[in-house]
């Protein structure tokens, strides 16, 4: 059986939806659905169980032997979170006790780990595994450390030769947008949040820039497909061989307009974009730039290309948002 924690969160349930489709292992997913939209993003899968994250441990007790690989993309991932203590139990301690139990129960571990390790960015964004690569890296909020803390801690182990599990992969995901994501509100992707606005004929409103080298609107992310992602994940499954720690991003750096354009263009119209200050709370750590190297994945076989941005949103708009039901 495979297990995926946050499996019915955003970038879990596509996963679990493209294992469906491969077929063959039994699906558990390990979540809390609560009284929201959440358990929508799963409505569509068989599963051979729901577990919580509490009941975890018990469960996994049980079935020694049974779980070929855990993958773990559960965490509090939202930057906005000020309780610490709550972050490093979900964000760090539960990924350690993962990596301890598939290391003495010989399964794979691939864990979510995030860009936001990266901090401000002005470091780069090579995905260096060194102890003294990682030791550089400041990362800006408390999700951010948490990650950057398990990556760290791997990292440690493996110069120990401490215990590790058969095959072990952690990414960094960058700014992956697509279906299943109208449970984060807020914390949703821009493109989600933009489609209502366009929806109604209105213009959406981008940050204004306060950097000397960026436009208004000219702001540069690495927007990532959640399709692509996905596809890293099952190819990493097919290859056991590989391990380490990954970006997993498009490789390219693309601004909020074109991000806004590409959602307008979706819907067959012609872009409509505002400015608004950003608030002065976030503007001396605000990430003017972000762009996954993508060698490292490269350089260990994988043979994928990422989706353009463009194609991505139009995907995301016509085939999900534009529908009576955007769950896949």
Same mark, same amino acid.
């Given at each position: 059986?495979? #297990? ?33 939209? %959440?358990?929508?993003? +799963?409505? &569509? ?30 965490? #509090? ?8 203590? &709550? ?22 571990? #691939? ?24 030791? %550089? ?46 449970? &984060? ?11 209502? +606005?366009? %929806? ?7 940050? &204004? ?20 992602? +996905? ?41 409509? #974009? ?48 534009? %529908? ?5």
């Amino acid at each position: 059986m495979i #297990i995926v924690t946050g499996g019915a969160g955003f970038i879990g349930s596509n996963l679990l939806a493209a294992l469906e489709d491969q077929g063959g292992s039994p699906l558990i997913l390990v979540d809390r659905l609560r009284d929201g939209v %959440k358990w929508r993003n +799963v409505a &569509k899968r068989s599963l051979a169980d729901i577990i919580r994250p509490e009941d975890l441990p018990d469960f996994l007790e049980n079935h020694r032997g049974d779980v070929s690989a855990i993958l773990h993309m559960g965490a #509090i991932s939202a930057t906005t979170e000020t309780d610490v203590d &709550k972050i490093v139990a979900n964000n760090f301690r539960l990924s350690m006790d993962l990596w301890t139990w598939c290391s003495r129960n010989r399964a794979r571990f #691939i864990y979510a780990s995030s860009a936001a390790t990266y901090g401000d960015g002005s470091g780069g964004f090579d995905d260096d595994f060194s102890a003294g690569g990682l030791a %550089k890296l400041r990362p800006l909020n408390a999700y951010g450390w948490s990650k950057h803390l398990f990556d760290r801690r791997v990292r440690a182990i493996l110069d120990a030769d401490g215990p590790q599990p058969p095959q072990w992969a952690g990414l960094k995901f960058f700014n992956v947008y697509g279906p299943n994501e109208v449970h &984060k509100g807020p914390q949703s992707s821009v493109v989600n949040q933009i489609h209502p +606005v366009a %929806k109604r004929g209105e213009a959406f409103s981008l940050f &204004k820039s306060h950097h000397p080298d960026y436009a208004d609107g000219g702001q540069l992310r690495d927007f990532v497909w959640v399709g692509d992602v +996905v596809d890293v994940i099952l190819w990493l499954l097919d290859a056991p061989d590989v391990s380490g720690l990954f970006n997993l991003g498009s490789g390219r750096a693309r601004s909020f307009a074109d991000l806004a354009s590409a959602v307008y263009g979706a819907l067959g119209m012609e872009p409509m #974009i505002a400015y608004r200050e950003m608030p002065e709370a976030i503007r001396d750590k605000y990430q003017y730039f972000t762009q996954a190297n993508m060698a490292k994945l490269r350089a260990a076989g994988y043979p994928g290309q990422s989706t353009p941005l463009e194609e991505g949103v139009r995907r995301y708009v016509q085939d999900y948002l534009e %529908k009576d039901d955007p769950f896949r």
